[in-house]
């Protein structure tokens, strides 16, 4: 049984005066301790930014940046042929503009998770998962690097001593490895049943896959998605039913910090 856990969303997923989702991060930010904030790739502009940092700052949540694919036209869920070298220097880019404006509100840049297309190829890739872990440990080394647990992000993190943030998708199934099943576009999901799911993964760690059978899951933050229909109703049905069940919600740090104790 999990006693504290983090709940990570994605946020600040617009630009200019478009916007993707029906649940405004106004409301969404009291309902989530950590935040993945759009850095302009996928989503995301200068002011979004500014106004997403400030928001997450106001509200003690984790800020975090979403680096991603640069694929405004397509949401950074398809992936580009590129380097190694060039993703990673694509999301020390993202990572460096947002944690200017943490800056600019006295925050911190307490993570970072590759959105999208970037994270599933980042977790199968192990050459793509060691540069940026090297990369981090040189620019980053005190940031915590958001992923799955079957992961070779995971795994080149552990290795190489980089703070890792496991992942539990609220949102998404999962297949028998143990893996997400990736979506470009989901239907909308009975927020009670959500939060039933997350809810056995925090007490049993036990989560049914899409053939129906069972896997163990490990995780110190459970996600859901901004663009996900109705996420207002799933964050605030996942966010009763930890409290109600004496699960505390705090930052991903704060997490890691009451694991350490």
Known sequence: ?????????????????????????????????SAN?????????????DRSVKLASAHAVGVGAHPAYRDLQGFGRRAINATDEELVN???????????????????????????????????????????????????????????DISETYAAARRMGQPVIREFYADRDYDDSGSIVFARKVSRFDPDKIARKCLRACREGRVETVSGGEITVEF?????HSDTPGALEIGKALRAALTENGITIAPASMVLDHQAA
């Open 1 to 33: 049984m999990k006693q504290v856990v983090d709940i990570n969303c994605d946020m600040g997923e617009g630009f200019g005066h478009w916007s993707y989702g029906d649940s405004p991060d106004d409301a969404l930010i009291a309902l989530v301790s």
């Open 37 to 49: 904030i759009a850095t302009g790739f996928h989503a995301g502009d200068p002011n979004i930014m």
């Open 90 to 148: 694509d999301i020390v880019y993202q990572m460096g503009a947002l944690r200017e404006f943490c800056r600019r509100h006295g925050a911190r840049l307490q993570h970072v998770k590759p959105h999208g297309a970037l994270y599933m190829t980042a977790a199968k890739s192990e050459s793509l998962s060691r540069h940026l872990v090297e990369t981090l440990r040189a620019n980053a080394p005190d940031v915590l690097l958001f992923c799955m």
């Open 220 to 224: 110190e933050s459970i996600c859901f």
